[in-house]
């Protein structure tokens, strides 16, 4: 058959194909071609077991998400919140207590687990998680001057009274935080932005003329401030506050009570001025 005939032959089966609603054999093997699988490729499985994988992922992540928060919030906070215990550079969670410089907060064996047994990690955990005596703390950091239970404190500011206080002494530009109610109840650091609530503890960081970082607290109407730049450069030597009067005050939200006294020498060093304002800090010279 030539080439001409074939394609005519094509042509029309075609036509007849078009025109015949009955499918054809050709038809028909091509249906069953196209419905069987192709060779060397699998077919499809139905997608349970992939959603099964992906949710027990998500849940994986979702529940190491967790235990990583709450490593954080066992670690750090019943110890320094409800303890009193400050971080070296205080973050707010409660007054700046000084510690030795050279020391800060020690890393708990129990994180570098080399050799110790379960027993032994328990109790690490056991006495990092044991709450902090605040009379005995303070005591063995200073000379305690006053102890005073926040509730029945006359100094205590509200928030409206803490922003005059602090604009008339040039920082009415600086975010002041607050972590603790009165009754010694912490929730996440908030902007005060007026009114009559009172708090214990107010803090704010200031960065002076010269670029040097300070963090400015008002405890129980005290006035005083952190020089963080100091500490970077010298951490080996005793923090450096300065202050209206020779004392600082410090907070213990698990009894609500004020602490003032004097720290000890190798643990802070503290600066009389005669007001703590933007003006004094930022012409500070040590």
Do not use: C
Not at 77 to 98: E, I, Q, R, W, Y
Not at 168 to 192: C, H, K, N, Q
Not at 200 to 209: L, N, S
Request: aromatic share 10%; charged share 30%; hydrophobic share 35%.
């Amino acid at each position: 058959m030539s080439k001409k005939n074939r394609i005519n032959d094509s042509a029309d089966g075609r036509s007849e194909e078009k025109n015949n609603p009955v499918p054809s054999e050709r038809e028909l093997k091509k249906k069953k071609k196209a419905a069987s699988p192709k060779k060397g490729k699998k077919e499809k499985q139905p997608n349970t077991l992939k959603k099964v994988i992906i949710v027990g992922a998500l849940l994986v992540v979702f529940f190491a998400a967790l235990a990583l928060l709450s490593a954080f919030n066992v670690i750090r906070f019943p110890v320094l919140k409800n303890g009193s215990v400050t971080l070296k550079l205080s973050d707010g969670n409660g007054s700046p207590a000084a510690q030795p410089a050279d020391t800060g907060i020690e890393k708990p064996d129990f994180l570098d687990p080399d050799g110790m047994s379960d027993e032994e990690i328990r109790e690490e955990v056991d006495e990092l998680l044991a709450p902090v005596d605040a009379d005995e703390y303070f005591e063995e950091i200073g000379t305690v001057k006053e102890k005073t239970y926040a509730i029945s404190s006359d100094d205590v500011t509200d928030e409206d009274d803490t922003l005059s206080l602090m604009e008339d002494r040039g920082f009415a530009d600086w975010p002041i935080l607050t972590e603790y109610d009165m009754y010694g109840d912490y929730s996440s650091a908030v902007e005060i932005s007026g009114g009559y609530e009172e708090h214990p503890v107010y803090r704010m960081v200031y960065i002076d003329g010269s670029d040097r970082q300070w963090v400015v607290f008002i405890v129980n109407g005290s006035v005083y401030a952190m020089l963080l730049d100091y500490t970077a450069e010298n951490p080996d030597k005793p923090l450096l506050y300065v202050a209206e009067t020779d004392s600082l005050t410090g907070y213990d939200s698990r009894s609500n009570t004020f602490y003032e006294y004097v720290p000890n020498a190798d643990l802070a060093t503290v600066v009389k001025l005669d007001k703590i304002t933007a003006e004094a800090l930022d012409s500070f010279e040590y």
